[in-house]
């Protein structure tokens, strides 16, 4: 079985960090005139936030530009995590993380998220939770299409999987957690089961009624 978790008001809160990293490294960069105003962050896929961004802002979406970015806004959010309060574990994270990886050698787990590499594993870091306890680890920018949707990024994670392991896992032994009707969809399409969790924007009945198989608060 394979479980792979959202990060972002799944596994943990950052309090908007994210969000204001992104914007204080566009300006930095590009100016005043970047910004994220009408811009929807919960569980969208970082390269497709910065691609949004930079088209309110004007700026060309190139290669230079997006890798100028990146750096700028790891640097910042690096910064930014330093401060008490910045963020944590949701509640009954790490003890559920613990018993999983103690009690269940049978369950894979892995991560399926919208951040960046370098930036996901330091919010995760910044709150207690260790990258390398999750042996499959999918990113916001994995997606082999362009343009990304997060639907893409299951069918990373089984690659992850079988290579990992040497063998297939079944679609149906394949649970995706997250706070997000993003999250159910990426599950449904790709034939896995899905857990909402209300711990984000959206409520239990809104997460059933995108598909998830079960909600809890």
């Given at each position: 079985m394979l479980i792979l978790f959202d990060i972002d008001a799944t596994l943990l809160t950052t309090q908007g960090v994210g969000m204001r990293s992104m914007v204080d490294a566009g300006r930095s960069l590009f100016g005043e005139k970047f910004h994220a105003e009408g811009v929807s962050f919960a569980g969208r896929l970082d390269p497709l936030l910065i691609r949004e961004m930079f088209e309110l802002a004007g700026v060309p979406f190139t290669p230079a530009n997006v890798s100028a970015f990146r750096a700028?806004?790891?640097?910042?959010?690096?910064?930014?995590?330093?401060?008490?309060?910045?963020?944590?574990?949701?509640?009954?994270?790490?003890?559920?993380?613990?018993?999983?990886?103690?009690?269940?050698?049978?369950?894979t787990l892995g991560l399926l998220t919208g951040n960046f590499e370098e930036t996901g594993s330091l919010k995760l870091k910044a709150c207690g939770i260790d990258p390398q306890w999750f042996a499959v680890r999918v990113w916001g920018d994995q997606s082999?299409?362009?343009?990304?949707?997060?639907?893409?990024?299951?069918?990373?994670?089984?690659?992850?999987?079988?290579?990992?392991?040497?063998?297939?896992?079944?679609?149906?032994?394949?649970?995706?957690?997250?706070?997000?009707?993003?999250?159910?969809?990426?599950?449904?399409?790709?034939?896995?089961?899905?857990l909402g969790v209300a711990t984000g924007a959206f409520k239990v009945e809104e997460l059933l009624s995108a598909g998830a198989h079960h909600a809890i608060e």
């Open positions: 700028e806004y790891h640097a910042r959010i690096g910064e930014a995590l330093k401060k008490p309060g910045s963020g944590g574990a949701l509640p009954g994270v790490m003890p559920l993380l613990d018993r999983l990886r103690r009690d269940h050698a049978q369950i082999p299409h362009d343009p990304p949707r997060r639907e893409h990024l299951p069918a990373v994670g089984f690659g992850c999987y079988r290579t990992l392991h040497g063998r297939d896992v079944a679609c149906e032994h394949v649970t995706i957690v997250g706070d997000t009707p993003h999250d159910v969809s990426a599950a449904l399409e790709n034939g896995c089961r899905c």
